[in-house]
């Protein structure tokens, strides 16, 4: 009869979590297919946002894993739900969530100067177009900086010199 007042106070806080998850997980699928607002990666670029919010859509997700195992828990505590399924469902969240963390890592650490820049003047001065289009495309992707000044000088005169429409093309968007 004791048993009784706990499984009752543990399936309380059932339904908020319920909720909970489900708001997280709507948010985490949004941020993962949508990606972060063109804006939001933009500030984060120009210094305005720190650039652990490219952190956050791993981490709405890791809260969702968070708050979905809770609610299992207690679930499964409670006697209405099986074990090995919640187990085999939380296992599989936790795989989506390692498979989601490189990326999401990779894209972080590249701003915050631990990736070590090409230098692509080399590049420009090749004697294949498609070197030098592709060139064009990675210069024009970088932020402004200014050990690129001279890639970007030269960049600018491809594009209006080079014989072939490729890299003219390629380097006209280089700012």
């Known amino acids: 009869m004791s048993r009784k007042p706990k499984v009752i106070r543990k399936l309380a806080l059932v339904p908020a979590l319920r909720w909970a998850q489900w708001v997280l997980l709507f948010v985490a699928v949004l941020l993962l297919v949508l990606g972060l607002p063109e804006w939001a990666y933009q500030r984060v670029l120009d210094g305005r946002l720190p650039s652990y919010v490219l952190l956050l859509p791993a981490a709405v997700f ?10 299992r828990f207690l679930l499964v505590r409670a006697g209405r739900y099986n074990a090995a399924k919640a187990f085999l469902q939380i296992g599989l969240g936790a795989l989506v969530f390692t ?16 990736a070590v820049l090409v230098d692509l003047l080399p590049l420009l001065e090749s004697e294949d177009p498609k070197v030098r289009a592709v060139a064009c495309e990675a210069l ?36």
């Open 62 to 71: 890791g809260l969702f894993l968070l708050a979905f195992g809770v609610y």
């Open 99 to 114: 498979l989601l963390l490189p990326h999401n890592i990779a894209r972080f650490r590249a701003l915050e100067g631990d």
């Open 140 to 175: 024009a992707a970088r932020p402004l900086d200014e050990d690129d000044d001279r890639a970007r000088d030269l960049a600018r005169k491809l594009a209006t010199e080079d014989p072939d429409p490729r890299v003219r093309a390629s380097c006209g968007e280089v700012e």
